[in-house]
């Protein structure tokens, strides 16, 4: 008899995205199964540590000491606003895995080809470039070329990818949307928070429309409608995880009701601290 495996999908919405790491805590207190990470933008950044083996702690600690200002790398060539060096060279000690497929846990993350208008899911590959894809907000970074595509953000197409989870073979979907409850700032007086709110604002229409017709068991939505996705601020990143947190306890009830309709046993095994 097959065994039934859990999906947790990570969808994008930057800063946003942090709720995950309080999502992702909550769940292993709860000893809820893990078997594979689905993510887009920022859900692939995160996603992709907790599939690396960092603690929650450890994605913590990396999520607050996260600054814009560390990350400005401004491109000559006008491809993007930043080149995306730096946050390669943040993020490459903190994967230490090269590869998707060395990860402990199963791991994919999707992104958008500009030339062919489709997603691209990687499922092998370099993981760096996986991930750097996968957040590459149009006209904020430049676009990664990767075998003949252009690719950027993958949430431009499918910002809660719980279809690339289902079609995976996944029998339990897990996922978590960060931007639907968010809102929209009133006083965007920058060309980063310009072009990250159009593009929010697109997401969100977009998720509103595929939401219906997502094979997902359970979604989780924090309410992080004092929050921005633009801004990475140590307090504000703190009180994100904890809506993360708070959101997932409120979702449990119905998530081991899905895993017990399904025959799926909480995980045995010690917890994460």
Do not use: W
Not at 64 to 92: E, P
Not at 148 to 153: E, I, Y
């Amino acid at each position: 008899m097959k065994t039934k495996k859990v999906a947790l999908v990570l969808g994008g919405g930057g800063a946003l995205g942090f709720a995950h790491i309080g999502v992702i805590d909550i769940l292993q207190k709860n000893n809820v199964p893990i078997d594979c990470i689905v993510g887009t933008s920022m859900g692939a950044v995160v996603g992709a540590g907790f599939a690396a083996g960092k603690s929650v702690q450890e994605l913590t600690e990396l999520s607050t000491s996260m600054k814009m200002s560390k990350m400005y790398d401004f491109n000559v060539n006008l491809k993007g606003l930043l080149s995306g060096s730096r946050i390669t060279k943040f993020l490459k000690p903190v994967y230490k895995y090269e590869n998707i497929e060395d990860l402990p846990i199963t791991f994919v993350c999707n992104a958008v080809d500009l030339l062919t208008c489709s997603t691209h899911v990687f499922k092998s590959g370099n993981l760096i470039t996986a991930v750097r894809s996968s957040m590459s907000v149009p006209a904020v970074f430049a676009p990664v070329k990767y075998q003949g595509m252009t690719l950027v953000d993958g949430g431009i197409l499918d910002n809660m990818a719980c279809d690339i989870a289902k079609n995976m073979g996944y029998d339990v979907i897990i996922a978590v949307d960060v931007i639907s409850k968010s809102i929209f700032d009133e006083n965007v007086n920058s060309l980063f928070g310009s072009v990250t709110q159009s593009l929010l604002i697109m997401q969100q229409q977009i998720q509103k429309l595929q939401t219906p017709n997502e094979p997902c068991d359970v979604i989780i939505t924090p309410d992080l409608k004092d929050h921005k996705q633009y801004v990475f601020h140590k307090e504000s990143t703190e009180d994100i995880i904890e809506k993360g947190r708070l959101a997932t306890i409120d979702a449990m009830p119905q998530i081991l009701k899905v895993l017990a309709k399904n025959g799926i046993k909480l995980k045995q095994t010690k917890k994460h601290e």
